[in-house]
């Protein structure tokens, strides 16, 4: 077998190419996200690896996808117009491409599923979990938090990530209406409806409180990798960006209208 090169990130689970494949550890949610992977290769998207299956060390072996993921600090090539409204582009095409998907009571996902169940939400679809080309998105990775859900559940999170709708004393943030710009842009790429547009301030806040407890007890369960990133403060980054959200969402949903 070729040689293992431990991947840049993972800052919850160890990964690492052998060859033209990724090998990452298995969860119970695993056998769902392969069921997933599956129905998206059927249905001919190609903005995600592709699963074959689990090595002989009992770890996932996936598709490794060629091209540069967006680690913090996220280069400059990526923060582009151009990138963001590819970025909308292809989140609308995997939440259609995960529609049929056969639901089944059989599967485990990483979180429950949210009603309404309108699409798989790929959970973490952020800048490191995205592969680009060129400075254009060309895949999402790392699907383990995949789960059914409401597609401005995904919707709002992915703005926050990649606007980015942080407060601006961070420092991969810009003004807030340049913010306000952006989100529209990002909305307008992804074709969101206007009631998903008047929801989506509110549940990025919402899903900035659901990530901080998530952080916070799988830390408290004995997580060491959530233990570490509770101790560098990323909970209280989120709570200043809580803020951020608080004071200007009328500015931010006003660009959305």
């Known amino acids: 077998m070729a040689a293992e090169e431990v991947l840049a990130g993972g800052g919850v689970n160890h ?10 550890p298995t969860g119970p949610w695993t056998p769902a996200v392969h ?4 129905h998206l290769a059927a249905r001919g998207f190609r903005g995600a690896p592709r699963s074959h299956g689990i090595d002989g060390e009992g770890r996932e072996i996936l598709d490794f996808v060629p091209g540069e993921v ?3 600090p996220v280069p400059d090539e990526v923060r ?15 939440h259609d491409a995960t529609a049929g998907f ?19 939400c790929h959970g973490d679809a952020a800048t490191y ?3 680009f080309r060129d400075g254009l998105p060309v895949a999402f990775i790392d699907f383990d938090t995949a789960h059914p859900g409401p597609r401005i559940w995904d919707v709002a999170y992915t703005a926050y990530r990649f606007v980015p709708l942080s407060d601006p004393g961070h420092a991969d943030s810009c003004p807030v209406a340049e913010q306000a710009r952006w989100l529209r842009l990002f909305a307008d790429a992804y074709e969101l409806g ?18 901080i407890s998530h952080m916070h007890e799988q830390a408290a369960a004995g997580s060491e990798a959530f233990a570490r990133i509770v101790a ?17 969402r009328a500015t931010l949903q006003a660009a959305l209208a």
């Open 70 to 72: 967006a680690h913090y």
């Open 232 to 248: 560098r403060g990323d909970d209280q980054h989120y709570r200043v960006d809580i803020g951020h959200l608080t004071r200007h």
């Open 15 to 24: 990964v690492v190419r052998v060859g033209g494949t990724v090998r990452r």
């Open 129 to 131: 979990n995205c592969v």
């Open 80 to 94: 582009s117009e151009e990138s963001l409204a590819a970025v909308g582009r292809l989140l609308r095409e995997y």
């Open 102 to 120: 056969p639901e089944s009571p059989d599967l485990t996902w990483y979180f429950p599923p949210m009603s309404p169940a309108e699409v798989i």
């Open 194 to 211: 206007a009631a998903d547009r008047g929801a989506l301030v509110e549940t990025a806040l919402a899903r900035l409180e659901q990530l």
């Open 35 to 38: 069921a997933l992977l599956g």
